[in-house]
Structures are given as structure tokens and as C-alpha cells.
């Protein structure tokens, strides 16, 4: 797949090139937006963004890592951007009620429906309450364990998008998992 000629194509903006990738990478890309931003029309908007960035920018890919890598960080930090963006807003509309001025926000957008094909939970209500519980990590743990956990990546894998150690994807993980329990205990804990 990575053959020289192909990414000499992409850096070329030839339209085959651009083609065969968003034929060998859509899937791909959507279901790992989809891991980090439950909510299909929202993952779909982030996976055109990633293929717009990896046109933009494949002139700078260096072949350092596979291409498949380089994609995958584009999708994860596209995805936290996102996520960064729309935490930021709600807590603008948040301020905005605190101090008196009526700014109508649709609240329908604080809730989404987890619709990730990789995960077969039949109970829809226990998950959102873990996807819930996933976001509520530490950036750091929540990145690996989506990776590892949900989208089923080794430790290697997630090392290198990453650019961190096995050891350190392993600890993390091992927080994550310690969190995750704090989280959903005491959220059981709470329900009445």
C-alpha cells in the first residue's frame, strides 16, 4: 500500500492518489472520530477535516512512520480538538446563564447518541453512561484507552501514534481502568 509511487502521488495532489487514499483510509478515519466523538454527523465532519489536513500537509510527512500512523494522529488530535471546542462552548453558554444573559442553547446537543459499530453493548442507556465515563478521564488515559480498548489497538500500535512507551501506554491504561471504576461506582453509588 505504502509504495513510493503512491505517496509520491499524494505529495503530488494527483486526484488518483487522493482517491485510492480516501478508499483505503475512510473507514478508517470515520471510526476512529467515531471512537472519541460519539455521534455520527459530528465524526463525519471530522473525518473530512482529517482528509483535508492530510492533503494540506502530506508535502511535510517525512516517512518517519508508516502513513497509516501519521493519519491516525491527525484523526485523534482532530477529534480532541473538537471535543476541546465544544467543552469550551458549554462552558461560554454555562458563564453566560450564571451572569443573567438569556443565550438560548440547544440542549440537544449535550446528549448524543453512542452509535459506534465496534462496540455491541445491547443496553444503549449503560453506554452512554461509560462513554460518559470515558470522557470524564485525564486526556492522556482517555487517548489510550479509546485506542487500546475500543478501537482495539496493540501496545505497540498505540506507542507509536502516541510517541510514548509500552510502559507508559501500559500505566496509563492501568489509571485509566482505576478511574473508570471510581467513576462508574460512584455514579452507581448516586443513582437512586
Not at 487522493?18 to 466523538?37: A, D, I, M, P
Not at 459530528?42 to 492530510?54: G, L, N, P, S, T
Not at 492533503?55 to 510527512?61: A, G, T, V, W
Not at 471546542?85 to 448524543?112: E, H, V, W
Request: aromatic share 12%.
Amino acid at each position: 500500500m505504502e509504495d513510493k509511487q503512491f505517496l509520491e502521488g499524494l505529495k503530488a495532489q494527483k486526484q488518483s492518489a487522493y482517491n485510492r487514499l480516501l478508499e483505503e483510509y475512510q473507514h478508517k478515519v470515520f471510526n476512529t472520530c467515531l471512537s472519541f466523538v460519539p455521534n455520527r454527523e459530528d465524526a463525519e465532519d471530522i473525518a473530512q477535516e482529517v482528509f483535508v489536513e492530510v492533503y494540506n500537509s502530506i508535502k511535510k510527512f517525512k516517512g518517519n512512520s508508516k502513513l497509516s500512523t501519521w493519519i491516525y494522529r491527525i484523526s485523534v488530535n482532530k477529534s480532541l480538538e473538537f471535543i476541546r471546542k465544544k467543552n469550551t462552548k458549554k462552558r461560554f453558554a454555562f458563564l453566560q446563564t450564571i451572569g443573567g444573559n438569556d443565550i438560548p442553547i440547544d440542549k440537544s446537543s449535550y446528549f448524543t447518541v453512542f452509535d459506534h459499530p465496534g462496540i455491541q453493548l445491547e443496553n444503549k442507556e449503560r453506554s452512554e453512561i461509560l462513554f460518559n465515563a470515558i470522557n470524564k478521564l485525564p486526556e492522556a488515559q482517555r487517548i489510550v484507552f479509546t485506542m487500546h480498548k475500543v478501537d482495539g489497538m496493540s501496545y505497540k500500535e498505540v506507542s507509536e501514534i502516541t510517541e510514548k512507551s509500552i510502559s507508559s501506554i501500559e500505566s496509563l491504561l492501568f489509571r485509566a481502568k482505576k478511574n473508570l471504576q471510581k467513576i462508574l461506582s460512584n455514579y452507581y453509588k448516586n443513582e437512586p
